[in-house]
C-alpha cells in the first residue's frame, strides 16, 4: 500500500516539526553553556511552552494522538535532563548571575588595564619610530652631501 498525498505531506510536516524541536533544543544547550548553566531567557526557566515557543510550535500539538506518546515524552525527559544543570528558581539564577556579572566587571578591568598598558607601549613605539625614520632622514643627505 501507498502513503496518500495527504499523508506524505503530513509526514514531512511532523519531520519539519520535529527538527525545529530539536534545534531549539540544541540551540538551549548551547546558550545555557555559553551563559554559565543560566538560560538567559524567561527568568532562567526552560519550559515546554519555552521550547515550543523557540521552535515555533504550538504547545498543543505535543498534547495530538501522534506526538503524547511520543514526541512530548521525548520532550519532558529533555526537560527533566536539563533541570538537572539548570538554576531552578529566580534567587539561584540572580546569585548565578551576580557571580558571573562579578567575575566579567573583574575581567573588564585586567582587559582595561591591559589596553592601557598596550596603548602607552603604542605610543612609545610610535615616538621611537619618529626619531628613527628622523635620524634615518638626517643620515640620507648627510650622506648625499658627502
Avoid: F
Amino acid at each position: 500500500m501507498h502513503p496518500t498525498p495527504d499523508h506524505e505531506a503530513g509526514h514531512a510536516r511532523t519531520q519539519a516539526m520535529l527538527q525545529r524541536l530539536h534545534k531549539a533544543m540544541r540551540e538551549i544547550e548551547a546558550e545555557i553553556a555559553a551563559h554559565q548553566g543560566v538560560y538567559p531567557y524567561n527568568h532562567g526557566r526552560v519550559t515546554q511552552s519555552e521550547l515550543c515557543r523557540r521552535a515555533d510550535v504550538k504547545k498543543a500539538t505535543l498534547q495530538t494522538p501522534l506526538h503524547k506518546d511520543s514526541t512530548r515524552v521525548e520532550v519532558l525527559r529533555w526537560l527533566d535532563t536539563l533541570a538537572e544543570t539548570l538554576t531552578h528558581n529566580r534567587d539561584a539564577t540572580r546569585e548565578r548571575v551576580t557571580a558571573q556579572t562579578e567575575r566579567l566587571a573583574l575581567e573588564v578591568e585586567r582587559l582595561t588595564l591591559e589596553v592601557e598598558r598596550l596603548t602607552q607601549a603604542l605610543a612609545e613605539a610610535q615616538a621611537r619610530i619618529e626619531a628613527l625614520s628622523a635620524d634615518n632622514q638626517r643620515l640620507r643627505a648627510a650622506s648625499r652631501a658627502v
